[in-house]
């Protein structure tokens, strides 16, 4: 079992930066596959990134590269996800989820919502 908590959400001018973060406790966190989606009214929940278990490797949805940077740290059980640059789009409730595999999470958070307006 892992419980999941995400923190840092907020409202934002188009352009400014966010740092969402994550808290995992429970069994195995840093055996665990961990990963950022998120979801707007209406739409199906999108993949934002993903990190290893080591944190060697990384991944991100193609319209999110470069501005969007994931990282963990195992001794804290903590997952972050920095956002720059952010634009009125990136307006959505954010998820943490930890997987057993890249494509298969089966833990989930509460959510955080973003909101980028002016």
């Known amino acids: 079992q892992v419980q999941l908590v995400e923190s840092g959400g907020g409202l934002v001018q188009p352009g400014d930066s966010l740092r969402l973060s994550c808290a995992a406790s429970?069994?195995?966190?840093?055996?665990?596959?961990m990963g950022w989606f998120r979801q707007t009214p209406g739409k199906e929940r999108e993949f934002v990134s993903r990190?290893?278990?080591?944190?060697?490797?990384?991944y991100y949805a193609d319209s999110l590269k470069g501005r969007f940077t994931i990282s963990r740290d195992n001794a804290k059980n903590m997952v972050y996800l920095q956002m720059n640059s952010l634009k009125r789009e990136d307006t959505a409730v954010y998820y943490c989820a930890a997987g057993s595999t890249a494509t298969d999470y089966d833990y989930w958070g509460q959510g955080t919502q973003v909101t980028v307006s002016s």
């Open positions: 429970g069994r195995a966190f840093s055996r665990r596959v």
């Open positions: 990190i290893s278990w080591s944190g060697s490797t990384t």
